[in-house]
């Protein structure tokens, strides 16, 4: 039975057995149980919060400007449902969190509750709360109600009296209300529309909607995602998911301070401070910087006039052989801070502060023999961008901690990547998330909050999308990790790919809609607001320049691998100018997989719940197709999850190092994707509770600033070294053809020097080479070693038989574990080879070096272990499986529908 109100909904629940049991995220291993009792439990503490409803005392900030957080003492119900009855909520937040934390709903994420929930966005929602204002507030010449976030038609009401329609959860709101404030007590009441009915009746307002087709979701500003993706669930909210509070000020309030960056090099960086003051008065003012890095600082003052109303004011510094924020793997990334004040009579009435740090950007699109350049060079760098896409965090962004973001960025730092692109059906993220990428030094390719859909284009709408991202970008542009602004994800594609079902009139509509903003409106905010970073229409565009094989521009997404289901070995046919998004799926580790699921739902990944926790149509059937070309059917659920990791590692890794070996023609990688917005299959190399999956292991091997890439092409094994870094390198190239016990065919060594930011051939062997003297290609293997210095820096094995033709031989294993210094070494090896060894350690928590990895025969190879175990419980929990132990000869219930 469907529930149409919460009212329905909590009645029935009051009248049947308990719902199932609810998971948290920080402690997935454990139940909390939702019963029926905590309804009245809630309803019980409704007296003594109308006794707490007051928001905290105001912060006095220099210039007397008095700030009250709305943050406390909030509540919410839903409005018609006929109780009456109000809850406490949490602001910033939502809905689905608050309705969690009343326990009036199970765990979103746990097996098929998803579909049980769906009644929350066909709801209104009203939020309140109660301010006590005094004397001093409203003594001030200016009280504003600042709204950060709200998602997303919502009404404001102060007093009862309406004094904001919002319609943008990509907005902030700041709203003059001191016609409205009186002594005492005043409330603050947030009535938000169910999105659905919001959005029908402005599709009930386009009279081009008939020909245009555009989506009614489409028509509001809000995080497409919410909707449901192909690698998320369908959680359409509404909540005040920003800060909001009360200000007052006076005679002078600064709203931004900018770093403009016009000329910036190793000898001099020219930068501008642009100081944005909204002044009540005119006259003359003093306008000080401090700034500086480290313990270095200095000041600059002017003497200007300001008139009332918003002024820009400016303050051109030189900064001599400054210090430069370069990518990951090119240099440090220091940051300078600026400190700005604005006086009247030597008295300081506001004052602003800024980080920044100092680079040039330049995205590079020369005609060259291939068609037309796309790469990034930072500080006159080429960088061949290495990375992955970033979604949302969760699909419910208020519990997504400081803790959670370091650990992914850091995680796609350690893996060797220097660019994120921040996908645009989310939303702009965090200053958390900024501020890591500025200090691990992770290029963010930034898209605007736009992806694959078709948009209205009427004057109000676009007006709205230019206040969004005039207050995006001067929000984000002091981030020196922000190296593009792109227009949307796959809007262009899905243009061309759909048109054809339109009417004439229809196309002309939609492309009068569509290039008024993505390259009109858009790039011009840029150039006003941001013009040292570069703008792109979408993200793929060839900024509709024509191509072809012989001539390639711009960026492309390649989804034939996955979607087409040709095989891997395909991305080898493609020179892209810059692969900006490609990929293949895997499912979780059984950890993760136990925290959805009961153990009947783990019968078989064609289970209701494993196919509720894939949401790409068919996906389960695709990763088992693709695994049956390769590989045996796997022995059973666990050890299908495992070969289902590997296949989606090697597949990713056959893109990766194709296009690695081939810069300068291609100068970039950014595979899908990096992290997971819930516990689900999907494309992620990092799933939802921050554990690597064997794809992120082999990131950080084939992002390695040295590479040594073998492939067979022409009959021909081609041996590649690839180096990212900006001076000559001197390495040993070592190549040995192998059998599976480890008795050598055929060696050569040789001294090679890799040239600056290069990728090269260095060896080329026949196949013949292998078959000489009777070999069978299936029992051999070619490992490649690029040694710098004496060590190690790149391993690559390759095998020369298809892979469903390799015999590998069945490993036993020999370990040795040893404490040293407050961690565990973890010694391997083996007489075989042995590949993709995988080490767990049941539910300990704890920290692996490395994982994943491959033993040549006889060769011993050393993990870390990080934990506060002790040995006897590490040795215990200790797991260690290779790829042959994954398969047996009779069929397994894993993979049957």
Wanted: some cysteine; aromatic content about 12%; charged content about 20%.
């Amino acid at each position: 039975m469907k529930a149409c109100t919460p009212a329905l909904k909590v009645n029935l629940q009051l009248d049947s057995s308990p719902i199932q049991p609810t998971h948290c995220r920080c402690t997935h291993n454990r139940h909390v149980t939702f019963r029926p009792k905590a309804w009245c439990k809630s309803l019980a503490v409704l007296a003594a919060f109308a006794c707490l409803s007051f928001q905290g005392t105001a912060q006095t900030l220099p210039g007397g400007r008095q700030v009250v957080a709305l943050d406390q003492h909030w509540e919410f119900q839903q409005r018609g449902s006929g109780t009456g009855q109000w809850l406490p909520t949490q602001v910033p937040g939502d809905v689905h969190l608050d309705l969690l934390r009343n326990k009036l709903i199970p765990d979103p994420y746990y097996r098929d509750n998803e579909t049980k929930l769906q009644w929350i966005e066909e709801a209104n929602w009203t939020y309140r709360t109660r301010i006590d204002v005094d004397a001093a507030m409203l003594r001030h010449a200016h009280q504003d109600l600042v709204f950060e976030g709200l998602d997303t038609t919502a009404h404001v009401f102060l007093n009862d009296h309406p004094v904001l329609n919002a319609d943008n959860m990509f907005r902030s709101w700041r709203i003059p209300v001191k016609a409205y404030l009186h002594p005492g007590a005043n409330e603050i009441r947030v009535e938000f529309d169910a999105p659905g009915k919001a959005a029908q009746a402005l599709v009930d307002e386009d009279k081009t909607n008939a020909e245009t087709g555009i989506p009614a979701k489409a028509y509001l500003r809000k995080a497409a995602y919410e909707y449901g993706w192909d690698w998320g669930p369908r959680f359409v909210t509404n909540g005040i998911t920003q800060p909001a509070y009360l200000e007052g000020w006076d005679e002078v309030r600064i709203s931004d301070l900018h770093i403009s960056q016009p000329d910036i090099s190793q000898q001099v960086a020219h930068v501008v401070a642009q100081v944005t003051v909204d002044s009540s008065v005119a006259g003359p003012a003093t306008l000080k910087l401090n700034y500086g890095i480290g313990d270095s600082r200095n000041e600059i003052s002017s003497h200007v006039e300001m008139h009332e109303g918003v002024n820009t004011l400016s303050i051109p510094v030189d900064i001599a052989h400054p210090a430069l924020w370069y990518p990951a793997g090119y240099g440090e990334q220091p940051l300078y801070k600026f400190h700005a004040t604005v006086s009247i009579d030597s008295k300081v009435q506001d004052e602003k502060d800024a980080r920044t740090g100092l680079r040039s950007i330049q995205l590079r699109r020369e005609r060259d023999q291939w068609g037309r350049s796309f790469g990034f060079v930072v500080n006159g760098i080429p960088v061949f961008a290495k990375g992955a896409a970033v979604i949302p965090f969760d699909s419910f962004p208020n519990r997504v901690t400081p803790d959670v973001y370091r650990g992914i960025l850091k995680s796609a730092k350690d893996a060797n990547m220097n660019m994120v692109r921040l996908w645009g059906g989310g939303y702009y993220e965090s200053e958390t998330f900024y501020n890591l990428c500025d200090e691990l030094g992770l290029m963010v390719w930034q898209d605007f909050m736009f992806a694959s859909s078709w948009y209205p284009g009427s004057y109000d709408w676009k007006q709205n999308v230019r206040l969004e991202a005039e207050y995006q970008v001067t929000r984000l542009r002091n981030h020196p990790s922000i190296t593009l602004w792109s227009g949307n994800n796959e809007d262009e594609s899905v243009l061309y790919a759909f048109l054809g079902k339109q009417s004439a009139e229809g196309k002309l509509q939609i492309w009068k809609d569509y290039l008024p903003v993505f390259s009109g409106l858009m790039p011009e905010v840029i150039q006003r607001e941001d013009a040292e970073v570069p703008y792109w229409p979408s993200s793929p565009s060839a900024d509709y320049e024509a191509t072809t094989d012989a001539f390639q521009s711009g960026d492309a997404h390649d989804w034939s691998i996955w979607h087409g289901r040709e095989p891997f070995k395909n991305y080898e046919n493609h020179f892209y100018r810059f692969f900006s998004e490609y990929g293949f799926q895997s499912f979780p580790e059984l950890k993760t997989v136990e925290s959805f699921t009961t153990p009947e739902d783990r019968a078989s990944i064609f289970t209701p719940v494993m196919l509720a926790h894939q949401k790409n149509n068919e996906g389960n059937s695709i990763i088992h197709d693709y695994l049956l070309r390769d590989y045996a059917e796997p022995k059973d659920f666990a050890s299908f999850l495992y070969v289902s990791q590997v296949l989606q590692a090697e597949g990713v890794k056959v893109g990766a190092e194709h296009m690695r070996r081939s810069r300068p023609r291609v100068m970039g990688s950014l595979f899908w994707q990096l992290n997971d917005c819930w516990p689900v299959a999907s494309w992620s190399s990092i799933d939802y509770y921050g554990r690597w999956k064997a794809l992120q292991y082999y990131a950080r091997r084939f992002y390695s600033p040295l590479l040594v890439s073998p492939v067979v092409q022409d009959s021909n094994i081609h041996i590649y070294a690839v180096s990212d870094k900006t001076a000559p390198t001197a390495a040993s190239l070592r190549l040995r053809l192998m059998t599976m016990d480890g008795k050598v065919v055929k060696e050569e060594t040789k001294q090679i020097t890799l040239p600056a930011l290069s990728s090269q051939q260095y060896e080329q062997w026949p196949l013949q080479t292998a078959l000489a003297g009777g070999q069978d290609l299936s029992k051999l293997f070619l490992s490649a070693d690029l040694m710098v210095d004496g060590s190690t820096v790149s391993r690559n094995l390759l095998y020369l038989a298809p892979t469903k033709q390799v015999q590998l031989q069945p490993a036993i294993i020999a370990r040795e574990l040893t404490k040293v210094d407050g961690s565990y070494h973890l010694k391997l090896k083996s007489p075989v080879l042995a590949r993709d060894i995988y080490v767990t350690l049941g539910d300990l928590d704890a920290k692996l070096s490395d994982n994943y990895i491959d033993l040549l025969p006889g060769e011993p190879a050393e993990l870390t272990i990080t934990t506060s175990a002790d040995q006897e419980t590490l040795e215990r929990n200790l797991k260690i499986t290779s790829l042959v132990d994954a398969f047996s000869s009779q069929p397994t219930q894993a993979a049957q529908r």
